[in-house]
């Protein structure tokens, strides 16, 4: 004990700190969510998201090859589609927003991986994640709608699918609906643990998702639990899901770090878009240091046990991280 033990000594100058740190950052553990929408020339910044864009196919292009230009290997498409309906046709639609940017995206940003997210509810006039009957959404009904949306996905060529929805067995009917369309090498990135959480409220603006009625306490999870998470990472396992996310990230350390404990597959983190702004509004005021408060939610994030991180962050954390 002191004074024999003085762990001063390894922090004294920024040297010895670099040898000893235990987390390091790497733009090849960050993927970067853009918004694809209708239309030509479009690049519509989002209020409570700034630096993050509705973009149209074109644009969409040009902003992926500056993410593969930073060194982020990765993107998460989200669809903003001209046509909602009741149950989200839009969503398979082989000449839907998505599917058109995939296309376009594999082309021209050869070597970018391409993910999306799979879920119903920018694609549904009532904003829910799945088919309503009597004000709730139906479960199995929702799987067919999903399966047949990864499926559109994957064949207009993305490299993963990341289902959002929330849905019992949606993992499940989308491998088998992929195995069945001879894509059994693409993988699922699951989004296993997904709180029903206030911190998503940017992102519906984003992506005009915002449900009409109710909310997704009926699906999402409830953010009081901490052991149920174990039980719905085991079930996408079993489904087979090949890397397992928990969202939020930052107020859900505790859960990636439960994950990452009790199972051997990638862990993701998805640091929600209410984590961005709030951190964002606080800078824009002044109040924080944007770069450093960025760069310890991503390290915490991390070094709690996320292998992969989805955040708005990226480009800006690629920027410094590539200084
Ligand atoms: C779609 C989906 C949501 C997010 C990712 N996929 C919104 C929601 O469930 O309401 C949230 C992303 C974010 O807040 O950054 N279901």
Redesign the pocket.
């Known amino acids: 004990m002191f004074p024999f033990q003085r762990p001063r000594r390894l922090r004294k100058n920024e040297v010895i700190r670099r040898m000893v740190r235990e987390t390091a950052l790497s733009p090849d553990d960050l993927i970067y969510?853009l918004f694809v929408t209708f239309g030509k020339n479009v690049r519509k910044e989002i209020k409570s998201m700034p630096g993050c864009f509705q973009e149209s196919v074109d644009r969409i292009v040009k902003h992926a090859k500056e993410v593969k230009g930073l060194g982020i290997p990765a993107i998460l498409l989200?669809g903003i589609p001209r046509h909602k309906d009741e149950c989200g046709s839009s969503a398979y639609d082989p000449h839907g927003e998505v599917q058109t940017a995939i296309r376009a995206i594999k082309d021209k940003v050869p070597g970018l991986y391409v993910i999306t997210?799979v879920?119903?509810?920018?694609y549904t006039s009532h904003g829910h994640?799945g088919v309503i009957e009597d004000g709730d959404v139906m479960n199995d009904p929702t799987l067919e709608l999903l399966a047949k949306e990864a499926l559109s996905h994957v064949e207009a060529g993305a490299d993963m699918v990341a289902p959002?929805?929330?849905m019992d067995g949606r993992v499940e009917a989308i491998r088998l609906a992929l195995d069945s369309g001879g894509f059994t090498g693409i993988p699922i990135m699951s989004?296993a643990a997904?709180y029903a959480?206030a911190?998503?409220?940017?992102?519906?603006e984003?992506?005009e998702?915002?449900?009409k009625f109710g909310d997704?306490r009926s699906y999402?999870m409830d953010p009081s639990n901490r052991r149920e998470a174990m039980r719905e990472v085991a079930l996408d396992i079993d489904e087979g899901a090949d890397i397992v996310m928990v969202?939020?990230a930052m107020t859900y350390l505790d859960i990636i770090s439960d994950v990452k404990e009790n199972f051997d597959l990638p862990v993701a983190a998805?640091?929600?878009?209410?984590?961005?702004s709030i951190i964002k509004a606080a800078a824009k005021m002044g109040w924080i240091d944007e770069e450093r408060v960025m760069m310890e939610t991503l390290i915490s994030i991390k070094r709690a046990g996320a292998d992969l991180i989805?955040t708005?962050f990226a480009k800006d954390a690629a920027k410094l991280l590539n200084r």
């Open positions: 969510p989200f997210d879920c119903m509810c920018e994640c959002s929805d929330m989004y997904k959480s911190f998503y409220g940017p992102f519906r984003a992506a998702s915002t449900p997704r999402q969202k939020p998805y640091n929600v878009s209410g984590e961005y989805l708005y």
